[in-house]
């Protein structure tokens, strides 16, 4: 038989908690639990979708991974190595690895660059052009597989529209040769037909690099496309994990129906039915004992209040945090 092969990413109890300080001597008076005890792989060349509500700690479990803001807890093994103690020089060389893109291209591209220098910028900091006619040849390459023009590599950010700049954000991480991408909600401020185009721009280069997304967003039917497997976050936890097939045929946990019943089928005659969810989402801040969930769940028991429900897998890899659920995985 042959041996299984190793993750590219292994997430393992992941914690980001922000202390908030008060009085005059300021004391931390509080935390913030953003991420609670995230765990996950992906393996090479697979889409990880992480779904959840606002603040439920989805992007700060991506910033996390990329060290862009550092880890309270836990271990995130990236090719075989812990990256949570790298630093220097090795920090760099990840980064060049593992890549991000970001809601807002707009933001994350530099107003006063072209689209030369801000493609071109990534491969002078790695040292990946040899003279200026290599890096012109490259960003022309890049701008070619994301839709763009060579023509385009003269104009700046301001003068495109939402979906060409974040092709333009993508040329940008593609440039490095990553082996995983971070998508951090990439086309939630677009269109819907706009969207769709992104989402199958990033589906061909996936073929045609190998690469590896953890796609980041907070509505379940923009995942389920391009998701090998979909994991749902609740309060800094992930309380569903399983194929995407999986999930929205057959999902677990009460907060995952909830969330599958305000996406619209494309059946008019199949029918859905919606379970409202009372309340807003707690305050992470002070999150609710027990099952996180408890506060809010349609068929919470006295036992969800106290005890924290451990993420179980069942048959098909479908794991699932709920004491109710456990018998049925
Ligand atoms: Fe609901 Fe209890 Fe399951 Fe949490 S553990 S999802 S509160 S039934």
């Not at 070619?144 to 003269?154: A, Y």
Request: glycine fraction near 8%.
């Amino acid at each position: 038989m042959l041996d299984p092969v190793p993750p590219l990413l292994s997430v393992r109890g992941l914690k980001k908690h922000y202390a908030i300080r008060g009085g005059i001597l300021s004391r931390v008076v509080d935390k913030v639990h953003a991420v609670d005890g995230v765990s996950f792989d992906i393996a090479p060349g697979e889409t990880l979708g992480l779904v959840g509500e606002s603040g439920c700690g989805k992007s700060t479990t991506g910033r996390a991974i990329m060290r862009l803001i550092e880890p309270t807890e836990g271990t995130i093994q990236f090719e075989g190595r812990d990256v949570t103690r790298l630093q220097g020089e090795e920090l760099r060389a990840l980064r060049r690895r593992m890549q991000i893109i970001f809601q807002d291209p707009f933001a994350s591209l530099n107003p006063r660059h072209s689209v030369r220098g801000i493609i071109g910028e990534a491969l002078v900091i790695h040292g990946l052009a040899k003279n200026r006619r290599d890096l012109t040849e490259q960003v022309v390459r890049l701008l070619e597989l994301v839709g763009l023009r060579p023509d385009h590599m003269t104009r700046f950010a301001h003068e495109f529209s939402g979906g060409q700049r974040q092709r333009i954000g993508i040329a940008r991480a593609l440039a490095v040769q990553p082996r995983l991408i971070v998508c951090d909600e990439p086309v939630s401020a677009l269109d819907v037909s706009i969207q769709a185009q992104v989402i199958n721009l990033l589906e061909d280069l996936q073929e045609q690099f190998g690469l590896a997304y953890l796609f980041i967003a907070h509505d379940l039917s923009v995942v389920e496309h391009i998701s090998n497997r979909v994991g749902v976050m609740y309060l800094g936890r992930v309380v569903e994990i399983a194929t995407a097939r999986d999930l929205y045929a057959n999902p677990l946990h009460p907060y995952t129906e909830a969330l599958l019943s305000a996406v619209p089928i494309p059946d008019p005659t199949a029918k859905r039915s919606r379970v409202a969810l009372k309340g807003d989402v707690p305050n992470p801040i002070n999150p609710p004992s027990g099952c996180h969930f408890h506060t809010r769940c349609p068929i919470a028991v006295a036992r969800c209040a106290i005890e924290v429900p451990a993420l179980i897998t069942g048959a098909n890899s479908h794991a699932v945090a709920c004491h109710l659920r456990h018998e049925t995985i």
